[in-house]
């Protein structure tokens, strides 16, 4: 099993592009969620998803939407980048409720 | 706004002493988790305590929860140089497994 698996490791955008982070699980969790890491703080939650079809906002959704059309995938869209986007991205999958996170490796994006 | 809050934020200690971390919560919380993260790399599960209990142990690690305080710690015993890293609390409020983190706590183990 690979577990979390993001791509891709590393991007620079310029201000005012758009791209997608994608993230895909191979453990069959329902539970998915993105967080973005800013030095000297946690982990903050961007958006997640309960099962295929179903997310939500989480604390800090402005400027990025997602969509889970299958179990597996759960990819992240920067609708229109800009430098305070800048941050480490992290994947997650849980199983169901009350469980263990796993986390993918991260992508770093830098927003110029 | 975050959830956790970590104390100490950072913690240097000789090969095989004892190290401790504590967390702090603001609202009522199914469980609480415990994570390290090794320089840039992703975050690795270490232990989950349910809000019904106080004490769990995963070989070196022990960890308490408190909840009329609101709190919990993290006890790592016997250290080892590998166990350098950042240690990071979160809590799960809401039962979707929305994970609210705390700021961290960089432990320094010196060899």
């Known amino acids: 099993n690979a577990g979390v698996t993001q791509t891709p490791k590393f991007q620079v955008l310029k201000t005012g592009q758009s791209m997608t982070l994608q993230c895909a699980q191979d453990?069959?969790?329902?539970?998915m969620s993105w967080y973005r890491q800013d030095p000297g703080m946690g982990l903050r939650l961007i958006h997640y998803?309960?099962?295929?079809?179903?997310?939500d906002q989480g604390e800090v959704p402005n400027g990025y939407n997602v969509s889970r059309s299958t179990t597996e995938d759960f990819p992240l869209r920067l609708l229109s980048a800009a430098p305070s986007q800048t941050s480490v991205y992290f994947c997650?999958?849980?199983?169901?409720?009350?469980?263990?996170?796993?986390f993918g490796q991260g992508t770093r994006l830098t927003v110029v | 706004s975050q959830q956790g809050e970590e104390d100490p934020q950072a913690l240097s200690i000789q090969e095989g002493e004892n190290a401790t971390m504590n967390c702090s919560y603001k609202t009522s919380i199914n469980n609480l988790q415990w994570y390290r993260q090794n320089s840039g790399r992703g975050l690795v599960h270490l232990i989950l305590i349910r809000s019904n209990e106080r004490e769990k142990h995963s070989g070196r690690l022990r960890v308490t929860l408190d909840t009329s305080k609101k709190s919990s710690s993290l006890l790592i015993t016997a250290s080892r140089a590998a166990d350098t890293a950042s240690y990071f609390c979160a809590t799960d409020a809401g039962g979707n497994n929305r994970l609210a983190f705390g700021k961290g706590n960089q432990v320094v183990v010196i060899p």
């Open positions: 453990m069959n969790h329902e539970y």
């Open positions: 998803s309960v099962g295929a079809g179903i997310t």
């Open positions: 997650a999958s849980s199983r169901s409720v009350n469980t263990e996170a796993f």
